[in-house]
């Protein structure tokens, strides 16, 4: 798995951390983790869960996550970026691909690579 390139700051992260570990990172990881794993070895998107989903995508956004859509690899801003960067305007570009790819994270992962490198 390589990595996704942030589109506000350029900082590079690992599709890995970004789709298994990222939401161990957050305040609530401890509660959320176990719930995220479950909903991943399921293979369903933990972005789009209909009772947990929210509760993820505020976890992750408290620690400067920013999504242009219901994936983990479609992000628009990270922790990296500083605070008064202007989001990119590639977000809405990412949330089109994420949305005409909807759960295949495979295939978002690499038209993310390729045409954001």
Request: glycine fraction near 8%; aromatic fraction near 10%; proline fraction near 5%.
């Amino acid at each position: 798995m390589g990595d996704i390139t942030c589109p506000t700051c350029h900082e590079p992260w690992s599709s890995y951390h970004l789709r298994h570990d990222a939401i161990w990172d957050t305040e609530n990881g401890v509660s959320l983790g176990p719930l995220w794993k479950t909903i991943m070895a399921e293979g369903k998107n933990p972005l789009k869960d209909k009772e947990f989903g929210s509760e993820f995508r505020k976890a992750l956004e408290a620690e400067g996550w920013q999504f242009a859509g219901n994936s983990v690899l479609a992000f628009s801003r990270c922790p990296s970026c500083p605070k008064d960067v202007r989001t990119s305007e590639k977000a809405a570009e990412r949330a089109a691909i994420a949305d005409i790819l909807d759960d295949d994270e495979d295939g978002l992962q690499v038209e993310l690579e390729d045409y954001f490198g």
